[in-house]
């Protein structure tokens, strides 16, 4: 049996860095970085409110299309973590922004949850299961996927030769505590990419450079000047050195000491953390009279 990794992690004091100033804004991963299921992470509270209480913008943003924002928001609130609606940006929002911008007449085939669906039904977008007229097929994170939709998938590419896939995101799996995790997007995308002989054209989450454009929309910030907060290297810190993003890997969820410092130097973050209100300078701690306790 696979044993779950963090049982087996140890963290090596030599590999964690931490920033000695505030960057001038950070967008945050939320599961493995501010929670762990339902469990808030050591500090995620009291870091943002620093933050907040220092002016610095701050986003949060997953890969999850499962949830919308009103849910992250429900969330975080319900953990005590002061949000608004504004500073949530997951896949249901850029899945539903791509296609009204790019394919605003599209026909769209959603093998997806309710709130992926609720969502690109509220924004006009056009549902259907009619294979022969499908446009565009998204594959997501969906937990009742089935061979019928795998069957309207394959029909509407690969028998009419009409529509393309795309996918919400490029998560193999969604870690859960305790080690264990559920199959994620890329095992819809791959399914239909087997059967079809069709590779999914567009991902819209993490580490898709879009995802970095809806976090910082509306925000006056210097990209290079922001931080990526996160727990996953092929997705998060990706994203923030793709994008020139400045990049914080905690090691509070997927990724490990030791899968760090068996990346090549220049794919690795830029500063690794033990708990995510690493970020705020020591000075600072001592100033706030901070410990490692909380
Ligand atoms: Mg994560």
Redesign the pocket.
Known sequence: MRRPHHLVRHQDPALLSFPTELAQAYVF?????IYLGDQLLPGARRLVAELRRQGVPVRFLSNNPTRDPQQYLDKLRGLGVCVHPEEICSTVVTTTRWLREHHPGAKVFAIAEEPLKRALAQAGIVLTEDPEEIDIVVASYDRTFDYRKLQTAFDAIWFYQRAFLIQTNPDPYCPFPGGRGEPDCAAVTAAIEACTGHRCRVSLGKPSPLMVAEALRGLEVEVSQCVMV???LAT?IQMALDAGMGSACVLT??ATASDIASLEPSRRPRWVLDRVDRLVPAGTWQRLGWSEDE
């Open positions: 991963d939320l599961d493995g970085t996160g727990d996953r998060d969820g997927e």
